[in-house]
């Protein structure tokens, strides 16, 4: 039984992430799916849905077993939980594959780092990035923040 984990924010689902979670899918038997947290999304606007939903949504897909929402604090922690086989890090995340290797290997974990593939527009006008999709509602429709939601 080879168990695979995929991580990221996930937020507004779009193509892009169905095609991610089939592909780290596709390299084992058991697929689990662990959703940033607001906090921990530092290189991008924090997204716009809760973890929660995040989670409900990406669990909802055929390719996924099973979505946990990631930990708040130590992004370790779940992944010492699953003891995966198989880390899938996202075509463009800017995770080092080296450097999370070596953190799995200085807690003992036994775990290999792959990289998924990208996947390009298949029609003209396909979004396939959640801060596309924000920005066109912003465009055409105009909107409020709410600041207080997790
Ligand atoms: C192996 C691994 C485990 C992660 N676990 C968590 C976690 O438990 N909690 C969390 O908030 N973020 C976790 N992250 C970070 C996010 O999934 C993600 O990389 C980032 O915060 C959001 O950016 P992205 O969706 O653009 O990749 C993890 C990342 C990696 C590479
Ligand atoms: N077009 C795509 N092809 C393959 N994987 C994708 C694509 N878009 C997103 N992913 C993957 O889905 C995972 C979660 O991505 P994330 O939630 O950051 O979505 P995003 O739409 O790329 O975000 P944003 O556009 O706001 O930066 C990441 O591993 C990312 O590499």
């Known amino acids: 039984m080879t168990r695979v984990v995929a991580q990221g924010t996930f937020d507004l ?33 924090a997204p716009v849905l809760c973890a929660r939903q995040r989670r409900d ?13 990631g930990d708040p604090g130590d992004v370790f922690v779940p992944i010492e939980r ?4 198989v880390i899938v890090l996202g075509f463009d995340q800017h995770h080092d594959e080296a450097d999370i290797a070596d953190a799995l290997a200085g807690r003992g974990i036994d775990c290999r780092v792959e990289r998924a593939s990208g996947r390009e527009p298949k029609y003209e006008d396909e ?5 596309d999709i924000v920005d066109r509602i912003l465009r055409e429709r105009g909107g409020e923040a709410d600041a207080d939601r997790d």
């Open 13 to 45: 689902l779009h193509p892009g992430h169905v095609h991610y979670l089939e592909d780290a899918a596709a390299r084992g038997d058991e697929l689990h799916a662990i959703v940033a947290r607001r906090t921990n999304v530092t290189h991008k606007p």
């Open 57 to 69: 949504m990406v669990a909802a897909l055929d390719a996924v077993d099973e979505a946990h929402l």
């Open 82 to 85: 699953l003891d995966p086989d």
């Open 127 to 131: 979004l396939l990035s959640s801060g």
